[in-house]
């Protein structure tokens, strides 16, 4: 039995003898988080259901990257669930080691989740993994399915040539739209990584079961502001070196 970390998926046993070729993993008895978010309808995940969901789909992508892993292939129908929402990030049939991941040419992922550069077939990093879960949180927010309206390939282009995203619910706190937005950046360099999404989601979580009324009133944007301004005032550095440490 193989364990990819506490939030991934463990491959038991493979059967490649013709003619039964399967795989053994473990069993996940609540099926995909597509499957689960149908099921609730749009826009009912709770705030702290959708945070512990993230936190613990963030934490599985954030060791496969400690072990220099991408997924490539994030999404929903890639992340299963347990009778008591304990998460596993799934099917790693197109990850790679990311020193030999290479270009996207000819490369088959599912466009809706997929970053604008892997569209285009550019080389590529382990920021395509982080541009997938803004895709994924955007969906624990609403429960839709992102660019519906839209075949994928149509989706391909307006992401890839319109810088489109789905649009961010009104009923977000913006405190997540916020997180959203970095994560789906277009330039990959302005995308957190994974230890810095954790760190961002478990002072949520702590704070939301501390304070219910936390999102209504908190502003990642003016709390970064007034952390550069002391920055600058307490040390004198200059405001892109203050920037540059206070990114989330």
Same mark, same amino acid.
């Given at each position: 039995m193989r364990q990819l970390g506490t939030h991934c998926f463990v491959f038991v046993a493979a059967c490649k003898k013709p003619p039964v070729f399967c795989i053994i993993t473990e069993y996940m008895s609540g099926g995909s988080l597509r499957k689960y978010l149908h099921k609730q309808g749009p826009n009912s995940l709770p705030l702290k259901t959708v945070l512990k969901i993230a936190l613990d789909i963030a934490r599985g992508m954030n060791y496969l990257h400690s072990q220099g892993i991408l997924h490539r292939d994030l999404k929903s129908e890639n992340i299963l669930l347990g009778d008591d929402l304990s998460v596993k990030v799934a099917d790693f049939g197109i990850s790679c080691v990311e020193s030999e991941c290479g270009s996207a040419k000819g490369f088959a992922s599912t466009y809706r989740w997929m970053a604008p550069e892997m569209i285009k077939e550019k080389s590529h990093t382990k920021k395509v993994d982080v541009y997938s879960f803004g895709i994924v949180l955007w969906e624990l927010l609403t429960g839709l399915v992102p660019f519906n309206g839209l075949t994928p390939e149509q989706a391909a282009f307006? =992401? *890839?040539q319109k810088n489109a995203r789905p649009p961010m619910p009104t009923s977000c706190p913006m405190a997540v739209s916020h997180l959203i937005d970095q994560c789906w950046a277009?330039?990959?360099?302005?995308?957190p990584d994974f230890d810095q999404i954790v760190s961002l989601l478990e002072s949520y979580k702590k704070s939301l079961e501390e304070d219910p009324a936390?999102?209504?009133?908190?502003?990642? =944007? *003016?709390?970064?502001?007034?952390?550069?301004?002391?920055?600058?005032?307490?040390?004198g550095v200059?405001?892109?070196n203050c920037a540059s440490s206070n990114k989330a």
């Open positions: 307006a =992401v *890839a277009s330039n990959p360099l302005k995308r936390f999102f209504l009133s908190y502003n990642p =944007v *003016a709390v970064q502001e007034k952390s550069l301004k002391r920055c600058f005032a307490l040390f200059s405001h892109r």
